[in-house]
């Protein structure tokens, strides 16, 4: 995640810690976070898709990510 925003893991931490200050997050876990069920809600109605997210397929060959939104 760190390296997708352009920051050190301690930078990343800090900006996902204050969307779960901020109630947009929660942790689920030591660096898991989840967003919250309105705000996915929310997104959700203003893509206009109420279903699951479509799989997307790794085009970096790396592991999923472990900060775990889902």
């Not at 990343?12 to 779960?20: I, M, R, Y």
């Not at 996915?40 to 109605?45: D, E, H, K, T, W």
């Amino acid at each position: 995640m760190a390296a997708r925003l352009g920051r050190d893991e301690k930078a990343a931490e800090d900006l996902l810690e204050g969307l779960v200050d901020a109630g947009l997050l929660t942790s689920t876990g030591p660096g898991c976070y989840q967003m919250h069920h309105l705000a996915r809600l929310y997104a959700q109605s203003r893509t206009g898709s109420m279903g699951p997210a479509e799989p997307v397929e790794r085009t970096d060959g790396g592991e999923p990510p472990t900060w775990g939104l889902a």
